[in-house]
């Protein structure tokens, strides 16, 4: 497993701006989850996916927030009309593969910070 | 609702001395339940898990960590600290119908020499 793979891994941009952030899982994970991190507090759920449905999404994401996991491997973060209060730290995390003895753990990749000016 | 409360946000130990770092937790029904560690600009590192069967747990690194269903508690310990050790650790909970993990704020560890 080459682990868990964010890019990129900083954004700046300005307010009002889109952007994308990009999530590859570990091969053959089929559960993907969005978690955003402010400073000096825990992850907080955004999202999840198995395979490609997208199952629950937090009240945190807003309509400006819109994630994708197209073909059930690779998943997309979008947030549009940025706002400086989206200014985090965006970590991704996949789990379960299928018969696996770590099914039940979320591995990590090492986030997107975003800083929107 | 699920929630985890760390009440220490700094622990401070000599190298060589124990460390535990406190979790309590609240879920309904019974929970799995993670211990995760940050260092600097880096995404969070599995430390070790409780879903079932014995109370003490082992994980990486020489971590440890013990289930206490009365207390709710999973606390995490590690006989010996190492300067290494220095990082932000969160507790961690999700109920077991449930996929997404809620965490604690984090307790900054600093292990000096």
């Known amino acids: 497993d080459t682990g868990v793979s964010q890019d990129p891994r900083h954004k700046i941009t300005k307010r009002g701006q889109n952007v994308t952030f990009r999530c590859d899982p570990i091969?053959?994970?089929?559960?993907l989850y969005w978690y955003r991190q402010t400073l000096g507090q825990g992850p907080e759920f955004l999202t999840y996916?198995?395979?490609?449905?997208?199952?629950?999404k937090s009240r945190l994401l807003s309509d400006r927030f819109s994630a994708e996991r197209p073909k059930g491997s690779f998943s997309t973060l979008e947030i549009q009309r940025t706002e400086q209060g989206d200014s985090a730290m965006y970590l991704c995390a996949s789990s379960f593969k299928p018969g696996s003895q770590t099914k039940n753990i979320q591995y990590f990749g090492a986030g997107t910070r975003l800083s929107v000016l | 609702a699920q929630s985890v409360a760390q009440p220490e946000d700094q622990v401070n130990v000599a190298e060589g001395n124990p460390l535990t770092v406190k979790c309590t937790y609240s879920?309904?029904?019974?929970?799995?339940l993670f211990w995760y560690v940050q260092y600097p600009n880096r995404g969070l590192q599995f430390l070790l898990k409780?879903?079932?069967?014995?109370?003490l747990v082992k994980g990486s690194y020489g971590f440890e960590a013990e289930f206490n269903k009365s207390q709710t508690s999973f606390h995490l310990k590690k006989p010996s600290a190492l300067v290494s050790d220095s990082a932000l650790y969160f507790c961690a909970v999700r109920r077991r119908d449930d996929y997404k993990l809620s965490f604690g704020a984090g307790t900054t560890v600093t292990v000096r020499a």
């Open positions: 996916f198995q395979n490609e449905a997208q199952l629950e």
């Open positions: 409780y879903i079932t069967g014995d109370n």
């Open positions: 879920v309904s029904g019974n929970p799995y």
């Open positions: 091969s053959e994970h089929n559960r």
